[in-house]
Structures are given as C-alpha cells and as structure tokens.
C-alpha cells in the first residue's frame, strides 16, 4: 500500500502541475493606465477616458498619446469599435508635452 500512495501522491501532484500550466496559458494579462484617482482600463470608451484622464496630447487615427512629462512613461491607448482594446506604456514623456517621434512615425 504504500508504494501505491507514492505513486497517488506523485501522479496528484502531476495532475495539479499539468491543471495549473494549462490555466496559466490561457490568462491574458489587461493593462490599466491610472489618471489621478482613476483607471482607464480595456473596454472604457473613449468618452469614459477623455472624462477619466481629458484630452490626449496626440491623436493618431485609432492610437491615443498620453504625455505626463519627463519623468513619466508615456501611455498608448489603441482603440477599437470605439473602445479600448490594448494599453501600452511608451517611452519618457517631454516637457512640451508631444510625444516623441519614434511614436508618431507610421
């Protein structure tokens, strides 16, 4: 009997590895971009994040640019069917509050 609890308890435990690699691969990760006390997060519209956060520094078709000056990362919201569908962090922002060109060039 104790060799076929071994054997349980191994098997158990691969069991529980296998279960948990699996879950892990299918979990996305969703970005949220914090304005003040608020969080942009996917899914907002844009009216919720112009309410949340005001006006971008850049607009760009479906890209929106958040500039927060030179010690902040700027923030890049894609936007589809009027809603956000990814948030990405951009390089340091400027004093002029543009963005930089590596982010406006096509």
């Not at 969080?39 to 309410?51: F, I, S």
């Not at 890049?76 to 962090?89: D, K, N, P, R, S």
Request: aromatic share 8%; hydrophobic share 35%; net charge negative.
């Amino acid at each position: 009997m104790d060799g076929s609890r071994r054997l349980i308890q191994r098997n158990g435990i691969t069991l529980g590895l296998l279960v948990a690699a699996s879950l892990a691969g299918t979990c996305t990760h969703a970005w949220a971009m914090r304005c003040g006390t608020e969080l942009v997060d996917e899914g907002d519209t844009a009216l919720e994040v112009v309410l949340k956060c005001g006006t971008p520094s850049f607009i760009d078709q479906n890209r929106w640019i958040y500039n927060e000056g030179p010690h902040r990362f700027m923030k890049v919201l894609y936007f589809g069917a009027g809603e956000v569908q990814f948030i990405e962090t951009g390089p340091y922002g400027s004093h002029d509050n543009r963005p930089t060109e590596s982010l406006v060039a096509p």
